[in-house]
């Protein structure tokens, strides 16, 4: 079992950057990949982004990619979502998620509590 727990959410201005962070707790962290999907109102759950467990690849959705960067800490059992050139469309609840093997962009396995993010014009 993995727990998360997401942190650096807030408000900030269209242009703006902001980074979130997720702590996982149990051991053989740089086992699992790990991503983040956000869910906007009235929208359905999306991905957003990836990484694999040892840090070597990541996978950005198109509308992000080129603006947020993820990274992790496997000694510190964290990954980091650089957010930059914030947009309104941005604007929603970010999930970090952990995959047990495979990562999908359709659904992970275990998700934290999510954190808000609003992005103001």
């Known amino acids: 079992q993995v727990q998360l727990v997401e942190s650096g959410g807030g408000l900030v201005q269209a242009g703006g950057s902001l980074r979130l962070s997720c702590a996982a707790s149990?051991?053989?962290?740089?086992?699992?990949?790990m991503g983040w999907f956000r869910q906007a109102p009235g929208k359905e759950r999306e991905f957003v982004t990836a990484?694999?467990?040892?840090?070597?690849?990541?996978y950005y959705a198109d509308s992000v990619k080129g603006r947020f960067t993820l990274s992790r800490d496997n000694a510190k059992n964290t990954v980091y979502l650089q957010m930059n050139s914030l947009k309104p469309e941005d604007t929603a609840v970010y999930y970090c998620?952990?995959?047990?093997?495979?990562?999908?962009?359709?659904?992970?396995?275990?998700w934290g509590q999510g954190t808000q993010v609003t992005v103001s014009s």
């Open positions: 998620a952990a995959y047990r093997i495979v990562i999908r962009t359709t659904h992970a396995d275990y």
């Open positions: 149990g051991r053989a962290f740089a086992v699992y990949p």
């Open positions: 990484i694999t467990g040892n840090g070597a690849r990541t």
